[in-house]
C-alpha cells in the first residue's frame, strides 16, 4: 500500500503535470495560425492597472442654455428660441439683446480648412426661423440696465444639418433605398483615436458591453498599417496609406490631398448623402501639418464651425488641449452633428458618415473612462433613431497609445499595434447575406488590416459580388493588391506582407527578450550611426543635433515564421529596440538583422519615438523628421542630464 507521503507527492505530481499541459494547451491568441502568432493581451493585467486611474468627465459650464434650437418637420428648417426666463431681473428694469454671426467655409483663400468667414452681426428674435444657409453660427446676448450699462450675458456657438435636398433628390434617394435587388446599406464609420481593443475593455465597460451584443462583430486580429493616425485612416478611407508624394504631388502641397481617392466620393457617386465631423483642430487628422482639404470634401463638412469656434470662443484644456470649446465639449459638437445628420436623412436617404474624436483619448490612456457614459447614451440615441436597423456601422480606432505608461508597459507594444475595430450588420443584412456574416464571424480571430476594412467600404455598394475577381481593378487598394472584403473569408495561414502589414507594425511573430549586451550595444549603435547618415543625406545636419546612443531600455527579437513561399533563415531574426539618445529622446527602431551575414535593414523613416517630441522638431517641417530630429536651438541646460534607468 501506497504511504501517505506517497500518494500526497503523486497528487503534487498529477497537479504539475495538469497545470503546465493546460497553460500550454490554452496558451492565448488573438490569431494562431502556422504563419501567424498574435499574442492575447490581459486587458486587466496587474501591470497595467497598477498605474491605471479612471477618470471623471468634467462639464463645461453650470448655466442653463439661454438659446436651444429646434428643427422643425413641416418647414424643413431651425427655430432658435430665446430663454428669457433665464435671465435674472429682466422683469422691469432689464433689457436683453441677442444676435447672431453666420460661420461659413472660406473658398477664396489659399487655404480654406484653415480659415472661415464671419458675416455681419444679426439681430436675434426670439422663435426665429433660420435661413437654410445657415448651418454654422455664433450666438451673443447681452443685458443693458436702466443706466444703459450693456454686458455679456452668454455667448454659444451651434452647428446645424440643413435639408438641402431637391424634389428630385428626395425621389431618386427614395429609389435607391427601396430597391429590391440589392438593397444599400446606410454605413457610419465611428472612432475614438489612439484606441486598442485591449484599452477600450479597460476604460469603457458599458460601451464595451454594447459592442458585445448580437449583430456586432469585433475583428480581433486587426492589426494597424502606419505609425499614427494619418496613414492609418488614409489605409481605410483611400487604400494608401503612403504620405510620401502621391498622384504626382506631396500631401505638404495645396490641393494634393483632393486628389486621393476618398470613399466617400465613391459613396456620392452612388447617391449617398455624405458628412465628415472631428474635434480638436490642433490634431485633425488632414489638417495635422499638412493644409488640408481646397474642395470641401463632403456634403456635410464640421471643420469650418470647429475651426472658427476655437478661434473665437474659450477653450478649456482637460485631457486634450480642446476639451471644452466654449460651453460645450468638443467631443459633443462632433457627436451631436452626427445624430443630427442621421435624424435628419436616416429615411430618406442612403448616409455615409464618418464621425471621428479626439479630445477624450488622443492624449490619455486613461480618458476614455470619463467618456463611457456620455458615449453610451450617444449609442443608445443612435439605436432610437434606428440608425443600427438599417445601417452597418463600424466603431474603430486607428493605432493605441503611441506614449505615455500604457506605451511603456510590456504590452505596449501590442498596444499601440492593436486598434479596435468591430463591424455591426442589421438584422436585414444578415437575412438577405448570411454567408457574408458567417464569413464575418470565422474573421474575427484572422489577420486583417485598414486595407482589408476599406474593400470592405467597397464591398458595400456592389453587394451581389460573390468574390474579389468580381471587383474592378481599379477599386483594389493601392498598397495591398491581395486584400479583401472583410465579407470574404480571409485566409488562414497570412502573413503580415499579405495583408499589407509592414514588419515595423506585424504583431504576428512570437517575440523573446535579447539578454547579450553585445549584441544589443552593436545593433543599437549601427541604428544610431543609420538615424546620423539620414540626416546627412537629408542635409539637415546644420538643423538636427547628431545623436549619440544612450542606454538601451528593451531588446526584443522576433523569429520570422516560415511561409509556404519563402521558409526562415534560421540566422535573421527582427529585431525591436528601444533606447535613449543624447541628446533626449526615446525611440524604437524594428529592424533585421543577419547574423551570418553581419547585415543591418532598416528604414529611418519608420523609426517610432515613444517620448513626446513636439518642443523638439519645431525647426523641421517633414512629418518623418519630426519624429526624430532633435532641433540645435530647443536644447536646453536639462537636455543632457537624463535618466536612462530602464522601466522593465
Known amino acids: 500500500m501506497q ?63 439661454l438659446i436651444t434650437p429646434e428643427f422643425d418637420p413641416i ?31 472660406s473658398s477664396k483663400v489659399l487655404t480654406p480648412d484653415n480659415s472661415y468667414r464671419l458675416s455681419y452681426r444679426r439681430a436675434l428674435p426670439h422663435h426665429l426661423l433660420l435661413p437654410k444657409d445657415v448651418e454654422f453660427l455664433t450666438t451673443s446676448c447681452s443685458t443693458k440696465d436702466n443706466g444703459g450699462n450693456s454686458t455679456v450675458f452668454q455667448q454659444d456657438g451651434f452647428a446645424l444639418v440643413q435639408d438641402k435636398f431637391t424634389p428630385k433628390q428626395l425621389k431618386e434617394n427614395r429609389r435607391i433605398m427601396n430597391s429590391k435587388d440589392v438593397p444599400k446599406p446606410s454605413v457610419v464609420i465611428m472612432g475614438l483615436d489612439s484606441t486598442s481593443r485591449m484599452n477600450l ?9 454594447y459592442v458585445d ?107 486634450t488641449n480642446a476639451y471644452c470649446v466654449g460651453r460645450h465639449l468638443s467631443f459633443r459638437y462632433v457627436w451631436d452633428f452626427g445624430q443630427q445628420f442621421i435624424q435628419r436623412f436616416l429615411k430618406e436617404a442612403p448616409l455615409f458618415g464618418f464621425l471621428w474624436s479626439n479630445s477624450f483619448t488622443h492624449d490619455s490612456m486613461s480618458g476614455a473612462s470619463a467618456l463611457d457614459n456620455l458615449f453610451n447614451e450617444y449609442l443608445d440615441n443612435f439605436q432610437t433613431l434606428g440608425l443600427f436597423n438599417r445601417s452597418v456601422v463600424i466603431f474603430m480606432s486607428d493605432h493605441g497609445d503611441r506614449f505615455n505608461n500604457l506605451r511603456n508597459s510590456p504590452s505596449g507594444f501590442l498596444e499601440e499595434r492593436l486598434p479596435m475595430m468591430f463591424i455591426h450588420v442589421p438584422p436585414w443584412f444578415k437575412e438577405k447575406y448570411p454567408q457574408y456574416v458567417e464569413n464575418l464571424k470565422k474573421n474575427r480571430n484572422r489577420l486583417s488590416s485598414n486595407y482589408d476594412l476599406h474593400m470592405t467600404l467597397h464591398h458595400l455598394l456592389q453587394l451581389n459580388n460573390s468574390s474579389m475577381s468580381d471587383f474592378n481593378s481599379s ?22 506582407a499579405e495583408a499589407g502589414i509592414d514588419e515595423k507594425w506585424c504583431t504576428c511573430h512570437p517575440p523573446e527578450k535579447v539578454n547579450d549586451p553585445k549584441l544589443n550595444q552593436e545593433i543599437g549603435q549601427t541604428i ?16 538636427c543635433h547628431e545623436l ?25 531574426h527582427i529585431y525591436t529596440m528601444e533606447f535613449w539618445t543624447l541628446p533626449k529622446g526615446l525611440f524604437e527602431a524594428t529592424v533585421k538583422w543577419n547574423k551570418r551575414t553581419q547585415v543591418l535593414t532598416m528604414n529611418v523613416d519608420e523609426l517610432s ?26 536644447l536646453t541646460t536639462t537636455t543632457h542630464s537624463l535618466n536612462f534607468r530602464s522601466s522593465s
Open 213 to 319: 451584443q448580437e449583430g456586432w462583430f469585433e475583428m480581433q486580429g486587426y492589426n494597424k498599417v502606419g505609425d499614427n493616425t494619418l496613414p492609418n485612416l488614409l489605409a481605410v478611407l483611400t487604400g494608401d496609406a503612403s504620405t510620401g508624394p502621391r498622384n504626382g504631388c506631396s500631401l505638404r502641397d495645396r490641393g494634393c490631398l483632393d486628389k486621393f481617392n476618398f470613399i466617400w466620393k465613391r459613396y456620392k457617386e452612388e447617391g449617398y448623402t455624405t458628412a465628415y465631423a472631428e474635434d480638436c483642430e490642433l490634431y485633425s487628422t488632414f489638417n495635422y501639418i499638412i493644409p488640408g482639404f481646397v474642395h470641401q470634401p463632403v456634403d456635410y463638412y464640421l471643420r469650418p464651425f470647429l475651426y472658427a469656434a476655437e478661434d473665437s470662443m474659450k477653450l478649456t484644456s482637460y485631457l
Open 75 to 105: 418647414t424643413k428648417r431651425y427655430r432658435l428660441h430665446i430663454h428669457k426666463e433665464y435671465v435674472n431681473g429682466t422683469k422691469g428694469n432689464i433689457t436683453l439683446n441677442c444676435s447672431y454671426q453666420k460661420i461659413s467655409r
Open 475 to 496: 477599386l483594389q487598394a493601392a498598397k495591398c493588391k491581395n486584400c479583401q472584403s472583410l465579407f470574404f473569408e480571409l485566409p488562414v495561414n497570412r502573413t503580415c
Open 3 to 65: 504511504s501517505k507521503r506517497e500518494k500526497l507527492l503523486l497528487i503534487c505530481y498529477l497537479l504539475i503535470v495538469c497545470l503546465s499541459y493546460s497553460t500550454c494547451k490554452h496558451t492565448k491568441y488573438f490569431v494562431d495560425s502556422a504563419y501567424c502568432k498574435m499574442p492575447f493581451v490581459d486587458p486587466f493585467s496587474r501591470d497595467v492597472m497598477s498605474t491605471f486611474r479612471t477618470q471623471k468627465l468634467k462639464v463645461c459650464h453650470h448655466d442653463k442654455d
Open 609 to 634: 519615438r515613444l517620448n513626446t517630441y513636439e518642443k523638439d522638431s519645431w525647426c523641421v517641417k517633414e512629418a518623418h523628421l519630426k519624429k526624430y530630429c532633435i532641433c540645435y536651438e530647443a
Open 548 to 572: 549619440r546612443l544612450g542606454h538601451i531600455r528593451h531588446a526584443y527579437r522576433k523569429m520570422i515564421l516560415a511561409t509556404a513561399d519563402k521558409p526562415s533563415d534560421p540566422d535573421e
Open 528 to 543: 544610431v550611426d543609420t538615424i546620423n547618415q539620414h540626416f546627412r543625406e537629408k542635409n539637415v545636419t546644420d538643423t
Open 201 to 209: 475593455r479597460r476604460s469603457m465597460p458599458k460601451v464595451s458591453k
